[in-house]
């Protein structure tokens, strides 16, 4: 309700909130997956309704908590981002995505065959298989929809970074429950209620949103506390 969002092309934007917030709805606008009531969404200028349906979603890419691997081996199920994909463009979309290390464990490596819905792989390895998946698309906009809830923060990290290296003409937004996965994002959206709370970077959003503030001290608070700490000590020392 009463959205005003514009995003410019190449930004990187984070949308944090909690559960119910209507993040995913948001993000769900942009390949028509829902379409407005009023007002409209406009991708280049032009409302998303007067796009083909096929040439809108071919040019967005959507990166889900929960996605879809098929029956079929690990490049198979990469080349469905892009089937004329060469073996080094697959061996670099996996390694953006820090699926490479772990398929180089396996006996067969990219020719693992992976049963369907990816039960012989476990919620994190499925989830930057789906990542590299669609960096190979190459995708004017790319949608991240919690979609590394399953890995640790330092290869979160490292994912983020990949992307800004490899498309960084490529307009991304990054849903996520952790403050640490947007925190280097151009802009934060903080969603409350269906409703845009605020906007601004990381640093602004500590100094001046209750929302944001809470989320992050929650998610930090035995290293805040640490800080805390530390800082009284040095003042009974002076």
């Avoid at 009531?37 to 991708?43: A, M, P, Y």
């Avoid at 490049?75 to 699926?99: F, P, Y």
């Avoid at 003409?169 to 947007?182: C, D, G, H, L, N």
């Avoid at 929302?211 to 930090?220: A, C, D, G």
Wanted: hydrophobic letters at 35%; one cysteine or more.
């Amino acid at each position: 309700r009463g959205i005003d969002l514009h995003i410019r092309s190449g930004e990187v934007i984070g949308v944090i909130g909690s559960t119910g917030s209507a993040k995913s709805t948001l993000v769900q606008l942009i390949p028509r997956l829902y379409d407005v009531t009023e007002g409209s969404v406009r991708v280049g200028g032009r409302d998303v309704r007067d796009y083909d349906l096929e040439t809108l979603r071919d040019a967005v890419a959507m990166v889900l908590q929960k996605n879809v691997l098929f029956s079929g081996t690990i490049a198979e199920n990469l080349r469905w981002g892009n089937e004329h994909a060469t073996d080094e463009e697959v061996l670099e979309a996996a390694r953006l995505a820090q699926a490479d290390e772990f398929v180089q464990t396996f006996p067969n490596k990219y020719d693992t065959y992976i049963e369907q819905g990816g039960t012989n792989v476990s919620g994190g390895q499925k989830q930057r298989l789906c990542i590299a998946r669609a960096l190979l698309k190459r995708p004017k906009i790319l949608i991240l929809d919690d979609s590394t809830s399953a890995v640790d923060t330092k290869t979160d990290r490292l994912i983020r970074e990949g992307f800004r290296n490899y498309l960084p003409e490529t307009t991304k937004v990054i849903i996520a429950q952790r403050t640490s996965s947007v925190e280097d994002a151009d802009r934060i959206v903080v969603m409350d209620s269906g409703t845009i709370n605020d906007i601004g970077t990381h640093e602004e959003l500590l100094r001046r949103n209750a929302i944001y503030r809470e989320v992050y001290l929650s998610q930090n608070k035995q290293s805040h506390d640490e800080r805390e700490l530390g800082e009284l000590e040095v003042s009974a020392d002076e």
